[in-house]
């Protein structure tokens, strides 16, 4: 299977909101509400930010929000503060199967 | 606490191989699947390897299928990978992470650096 599609970077000033597109397939990310997305700071694990689409783990704010049209997930960040500045990546999750997005920098300008 | 912790990582050549170990305390290890996660050097995410709580059932990637041997120890809480005939293009930062009920991974590892080259 091919990574899913996501831009490579996006950017927002403090306080604004940014949205991060995750393209797949009808096979992976149109085929069942599975999706997760996970931020990883520089030289850290990745940490997981949203599953099952539009599920928050415990302890990520509610800034974070997720949504799914299609064969595209979204993960959107409002109120952008510092910190968000990393790397994002979704992921398709699938029984025997996961296939990973490109990737996407944000940067808080 | 959940902790996950990666060893095993290193030098290795061409056509070598390895196991990376990763030990799991904190949670009921036998109640959850686990999966490995690889991140070469300045990319991104690519999926490894997964196995079930328990019975075994296991899955690769294609590009590791019939090299790499994933297991799962529950009366050590440990997961593991055998890597085996390693190419270049396996050199990354290896990750293990537990799984969801729904297929996402919820804990992390920091990760161990699998190196290969001659």
């Known amino acids: 299977q091919s990574a899913l599609t996501q831009p490579r970077s996006v950017s927002g000033s403090p306080g604004q909101s940014v949205t991060i597109s995750c393209t797949g397939t009808s096979s992976d990310v149109g085929a069942y509400n599975y999706v997760s997305w996970y931020q990883q700071h520089p030289g850290k694990a990745p940490k997981l930010m949203m599953y099952d689409v539009f599920k928050r783990p415990s302890g990520v704010p509610d800034r974070f929000s997720g949504s799914k049209s299609g064969n595209t997930a979204s993960l959107t960040i409002s109120v952008l503060q510092s910190d968000d500045e990393a790397d994002y990546y979704c992921c398709a999750n699938g029984r025997g199967y996961n296939v990973f997005g490109t990737g996407t920098k944000v940067t808080v300008l | 606490e959940v902790q996950l912790l990666e060893s095993g990582g290193g030098l290795v050549a061409p056509g070598g191989s390895l196991t990376l170990s990763c030990a799991a305390s904190?949670?009921?290890?036998?109640?959850?699947?686990m999966i490995w996660v690889r991140q070469p050097p300045d990319e991104g995410l690519e999926w490894v390897s997964a196995v079930a709580a328990s019975y075994g059932n296991t899955y690769y990637a294609d590009s590791v299928r019939g090299r790499f041997t994933i297991s799962k120890d529950n009366s050590r809480d440990t997961l593991y990978l055998q890597m085996n005939g390693l190419r270049a293009e396996d050199t990354a930062v290896y990750y293990c992470?537990?799984?969801?009920?729904?297929?996402?991974?919820?804990?992390w590892g920091q990760g161990t650096l699998v190196a290969v080259s001659s």
């Open positions: 992470a537990r799984i969801l009920s729904s297929g996402a991974f919820d804990y």
């Open positions: 904190g949670f009921i290890f036998s109640n959850y699947a």
